[in-house]
């Protein structure tokens, strides 16, 4: 059964840095792996992406400078490095990985397939 586990959310004030980890059971992923959000009242959002291990990383604008995508083959996980929190960054955070290959960094919901439950990033003022 394939799954991906988020972890490493919580509560940090502004201005400060949190590592989210995304750990894949079930299946080797060497496509394209991503990180979604979801405010309360607003639609997911891509976060940012890695296309494939050792491709090239895309991020939203909102985090570009600020949030660093990694992978580690070795482990089959994710990692979503934040840093300079500021309060809009509060969301549930969640990760997504696709099955096949995509030339380009896919940044909409409906092009990943896995999609794990979900942590809580809360960035206090």
């Known amino acids: 059964q394939v799954q991906l586990v988020e972890s490493g959310g919580g509560l940090v004030q502004a201005g400060g840095s949190l590592r989210l980890s995304c750990a894949a059971s079930g299946r080797t992923f060497s496509y394209a792996m991503a990180w979604f959000r979801q405010a309360p009242g607003k639609e997911r959002e891509f976060v940012g992406g890695s296309s494939w291990i050792g491709g090239p990383t895309l991020y939203a604008d909102s985090v570009k400078g600020r949030f660093t995508i990694s992978r580690d083959s070795a482990k089959n996980t994710l990692y979503l490095q934040m840093s300079s929190l500021k309060p809009e960054d509060t969301a549930v955070y969640s990760c997504?990985?696709?099955?096949?290959?995509?030339?380009?960094?896919?940044?909409?919901?409906?092009?990943?397939?896995?999609w794990g439950q979900g942590t809580q990033v809360t960035v206090s003022s």
């Open positions: 997504a990985a696709r099955g096949t290959f995509a030339l380009m960094v896919p940044t909409t919901t409906r092009e990943y397939e896995y």
